[in-house]
């Protein structure tokens, strides 16, 4: 049972947290993620694909404006105003290699995050729920680059860019893991993770006919559940 499980340390000033989508940090990392900036820890997100692929109505050349929009939107809410995206990795069909972790490395050195969140890089939510393939990749790229972004002789471009190594990532930690260690208390922040969620308003219009307040509440309340939000936590 997650409450059974030690809390998650709160003892960092810098989070960067990393996402293959916009809203994919909406499912419930929020919560946690309010609960940090309304302590003083300065939180920035990373978004690996501007989610153009993600509404079936609506082209990607059009899409990835709205998308992009509804998150700064979105992490605004949650008192997140640094929302960097990276460019050159396609929504639904992100790479799992050596460029991906670079471009994850470099916004690490240039950020200097004391903590990483990314979503799950494991195959399953559980049971019978498949991860998808853009999830995995950018999961397992973070954790990698985490490390590499503290070693000066893996990337060495980035130093030629200016980036000198930032070895200070302390943890990385995992949302919506098979595999949870850790857990944060969000009593008093479900809340204003569901009015972030609901700013992205197109995105779950054209998912379900539902009012979208409806849908946010639906969703956070369950990837919520006992007013605690899971990791999976790597590093001490």
């Given at each position: 049972m997650t409450t059974d499980l030690p809390p998650l340390p709160d003892d960092v000033t810098r989070v960067l947290a990393v996402a293959a989508h916009p809203d994919d940090l909406e499912y419930g990392t929020a919560a946690?993620?309010?609960?940090?900036?309304?302590?003083?820890?300065?939180?920035?997100?990373?978004?690996?694909?501007?989610?153009?692929?993600?509404?079936?109505?609506?082209?990607?050349?059009?899409?990835?404006?709205?998308?992009?929009?509804?998150?700064?939107?979105?992490?605004?809410?949650?008192?997140?105003?640094?929302?960097?995206?990276?460019?050159?990795?396609?929504?639904?069909?992100?790479v799992e290699g050596p460029a991906l972790r670079r471009d994850i490395a470099r916004e690490i050195r240039r950020l200097r995050p004391e903590m990483v969140v990314v979503g799950s890089h494991h195959e399953t939510f559980g049971p019978g729920m498949w991860n998808s393939a853009d999830h995995r990749a950018v999961g397992r790229a973070t954790i990698d680059a985490a490390g590499d972004a503290g070693n000066r002789w893996i990337f060495p471009e980035l130093v030629e860019e200016g980036f000198e190594p930032w070895p200070g990532v302390r943890?990385?930690?995992?949302?919506?893991?098979?595999?949870?260690?850790?857990?944060?208390?969000?009593?008093g922040y479900r809340e204003v993770a569901i009015a972030s969620l609901a700013e992205h308003a197109t995105y779950l219009a054209a998912l379900d006919p539902r009012p979208v307040a409806e849908q946010a509440r639906e969703v956070v309340e369950m990837t919520t559940a006992g007013e605690r939000v899971a990791f999976e936590v790597f590093g001490g």
């Open positions: 946690a993620i309010a609960r940090w900036t309304a302590a003083g820890t300065e939180v920035s997100y990373l978004l690996v694909t501007r989610g153009e692929a993600g509404i079936h109505d609506l082209p990607p050349e059009k899409a990835a404006g709205v998308r992009e929009d509804e998150e700064r939107r979105s992490a605004a809410v949650v008192g997140v105003h640094e929302v960097r995206f990276l460019d050159g990795h396609r929504d639904g069909v992100v943890r990385v930690a995992v949302s919506a893991s098979t595999q949870p260690t850790h857990v944060v208390d969000v009593a």
